[in-house]
């Protein structure tokens, strides 16, 4: 399934409006009693996660959607924006008004993810429903209708109806893909549980669970409505269902299996609850089912009958993502009412996950950032871990609300980018109310961030670099298999170049290749992060000349500790070991002697081997044990005292490469070749040494170098 940046979300630039910006509440009193929201009046008003909507005038004298984020209890304020003009435009432009106690109201239905619905009236008076998610961008993508109404909305889900047309329309604001999920259908009951679309099915009682996404039917449930159901309302568990204003109600638990009667009567269904306005008692009565058995109704309200026979979201309103009741007063102010009603244990009501892929770079037209989201059926508090192969923490974001709106854009807590490879991540949230939590799981890839050890073609795994007698050198990369899997050519090296593929010495991350050439000239070949090899005529610096003094050219990853990789050099006439510190600006600092390794057979740059996040170096003596060095990262590029790896070991070997990770488990391996051409590789253990050998190819004799 393709992804796109937020492309789906109309945007439309109302920086105009930028008087209408509210300002943050202060902290919550001592008194946990909700505190009335004054107004000066109100005209329209919805509820939802804690996030209510309502019709107002500003300090500017202008009216607009006010959206204020709630404390999970009702009775702070926490957050303060609008979602939208409602005034007047100059050119007639307006929101969609009906009559109601304020005079006409803005029918609205907010969303359960700070999103609210209505219809703006253009200047020929046709209608379009918009979905405002930021006080100053909308999906607005709808068809022009008229006598449009909105019949339920849960998270980026919505349905309504058009008189002009006859017909009902069910779409989605898509924040991070292209999926069309648009309906077009005929006027019926409908109600939408994320990706659920709840119809009437053939038959008295019977509904219809349909998924959007996957475009089928899923589910019949037979409800034993007498009737053909004229209102539905979903909330997890809980199908309300009336068989018109004066007939049956009930409300089936999907749960266990039964149908519970309920009054009848206009209603707004909480989660384990209803409410309904007693017009002739001026109260607001609530009926609590959530046990199986709906109880007596109880009021929790003065709200006065009036001459609109439905207030419904015009003077009232009712939370169903577990949350309380709203309602407008005789003195124009907001009171949240608590139901007292124990919501469902916290779960998810759907998600919508990014690709099991991404690219920080944004090289390949794709998202620069993992961007996934979940609608929760009540709020709560999140925390996203994601580790890298071998469980250690990349980044952890935290937040609130029903919503998940996650953004990881491959960067750790100090704001440099994480390794390339496959992560894994966790997401747990636990209820506001302390009544359940939700976990889930899983993993994706991240390329475009910092490069492993020996990995140029930027994706993860390393790869070696081999010269032929013929002057062809390849770049041979891995599945991820621990073996090499295919090879990408270019011609023309002379005898005697010395390859050492390098880390980013700039800002592009894509690692760099040195190439030491026959006349002791090193050059500096530019990263391509993709699968291609290097010819003498690529992109490329010179780093000076005279390296034909160093017999041993390699790259042990980070020893200086600032993230970047870094070149050893031992000297021929000495045995001296340079340390030449990448200075991120396409450059190597001047050398500076951290040891004197001239009886070393071999000096090999490994990578972090460890798991400490320092480059590390093996060498092998003349009795053919394997040493490890370990990188401190201090300034310096020092290494701490050797340990022992291996005794007696590789004394058949000509050749032995840090060839980073080729296993695809993290882990940076070895591999080498011997005298009869046979390639080895030596799994990586992450603590600093390395599993038995395993044969990986063999004919190998016929490359001259192999680095």
Not at 232 to 242: A, E, M, S
Not at 349 to 372: P, Q, T, V
Not at 429 to 439: E, F, H, N, S
Not at 592 to 619: C, E, H, M, P, Q
């Amino acid at each position: 399934m393709t992804r796109r940046a937020r492309i789906a979300l109309t945007l439309v630039s109302l920086a105009a409006l930028s008087a209408g910006t509210l300002t943050t509440a202060g902290p919550a009193a001592a008194d946990t009693t909700p505190t009335p929201i004054a107004t000066d009046g109100v005209w329209g008003i919805d509820y939802a996660a804690g996030y209510l909507t309502s019709v107002e005038y500003r300090p500017n004298g202008e009216q607009y959607v006010v959206g204020r984020q709630l404390s999970p209890d009702g009775s702070t304020v926490l957050e303060q924006d609008t979602r939208g003009f409602a005034g007047i435009f100059a050119d007639g432009t307006h929101l969609q008004r009906v009559p109601c106690e304020a005079g006409d109201c803005v029918p609205m239905r907010s969303t359960g993810n700070q999103s609210v619905g209505y219809f703006q009236v253009d200047e020929y008076g046709k209608e379009r429903a918009q979905v405002w998610g930021t006080p100053n961008s909308y999906h607005g993508t709808e068809p022009a209708v008229t006598g449009g109404r909105f019949v339920d909305a849960t998270g980026r889900y919505f349905v309504y109806n058009a008189a002009s047309t006859g017909k009902q329309y069910v779409d989605a604001v898509n924040r991070y893909r292209d999926q069309d999920v648009r309906l077009t259908r005929s006027v019926t009951a409908a109600s939408v549980w994320g990706s659920a679309l709840w119809t009437p099915g053939s038959g008295n009682g019977v509904v219809t669970q349909y998924d959007l996404e996957s475009k089928k039917t899923v589910t019949t449930v037979s409800t034993g409505a007498p009737c053909t159901v004229k209102e539905l309302q979903v909330v997890g568990r809980w199908i309300y269902w009336n068989c018109g204003p004066t007939g049956a109600a009930g409300v089936y638990d999907r749960t266990a299996k039964k149908n519970i009667t309920v009054p009848s009567g206009p209603a707004l269904v909480g989660d384990g609850y209803l409410v309904q306005h007693d017009r002739s008692a001026g109260k607001l009565m609530l009926t609590d089912f959530h046990s199986g058995t709906a109880a007596a109704a109880r009021a929790i309200a003065d709200l006065p009958g009036g001459n609109t026979a439905d207030q419904r979201r015009l003077s009232w309103t009712v939370d169903k993502f577990g949350g309380g009741v709203a309602y407008v007063g005789t003195d124009h102010a907001i009171r949240i009412v608590p139901s007292g009603v124990p919501a469902q244990p916290l779960g998810k009501i759907e998600s919508d996950l990014d690709n099991a892929y991404f690219d920080a770079a944004g090289r390949y037209g794709g998202n620069m950032a993992w961007m996934s989201t979940w609608q929760l059926n009540k709020p709560a508090t999140w925390t996203f871990t994601v580790k890298d192969a071998q469980g250690r923490t990349d980044r952890t974001l935290k937040g609130s609300g029903t919503e998940i709106d996650l953004e990881w854009d491959g960067t750790t807590e100090s704001g440099a980018y994480a390794y390339n490879g496959q992560k894994s991540w966790t997401l747990t949230a636990k209820a506001a109310d302390g009544a359940g939590t939700y976990t889930t799981s899983g993993t994706f890839t991240l390329s475009g961030g910092r490069q492993g050890h020996h990995d140029q073609g930027g994706y993860a795994y390393g790869e070696l670099v081999t010269l032929n007698s013929s002057g062809t050198l390849s770049l041979q990369f891995t599945n991820g298999g621990g073996t090499f899997d295919r090879k990408q050519n270019a011609s023309g090296w002379p005898a005697g170049t010395v390859a050492v593929p390098f880390g980013d010495m700039g800002k592009d991350r894509c690692a760099e290749l040195l190439v030491r050439m026959p006349n002791g000239e090193l050059r500096r070949y530019a990263g391509k992060c993709g699968e291609s090899s290097y010819a003498p005529a690529s992109s490329h610096t010179s780093l000076g000349t005279g390296w034909n003094a160093y017999n041993v050219l390699t790259a042990p990853g980070d020893l200086t500790g600032d993230g970047r990789t870094d070149l050893l050099a031992r000297k021929a006439s000495t045995g001296d070991v340079y340390l030449f510190a990448n200075d991120g600006a396409s450059k190597l600092k001047p050398g500076v002697k951290i040891r004197s390794w001239g009886t070393y057979k071999k000096i090999v740059g490994a990578g972090d081997l460890n798991g400490d996040g320092f480059g590390d170096v093996l060498v092998q003596d003349r009795a053919g044990t394997l040493w490890r060095y370990d990188g401190t990262g201090t300034g310096t590029g020092q290494v701490k005292e050797r340990v022992k790896v291996f005794s007696n070991w590789g004394t058949s070997y000509n050749t032995v490469v840090g060839v980073g990770d080729i296993t695809g488990d993290g882990k940076n391996d070895l591999v080498s070749r011997d005298t009869g051409g046979n390639l080895y590789r030596n799994d990586g253990n992450g603590k600093g040494s390395f599993g038995a050998r395993v044969k990986i190819a063999t004919g190998w004799q016929g490359y001259k170098g192999i680095f």
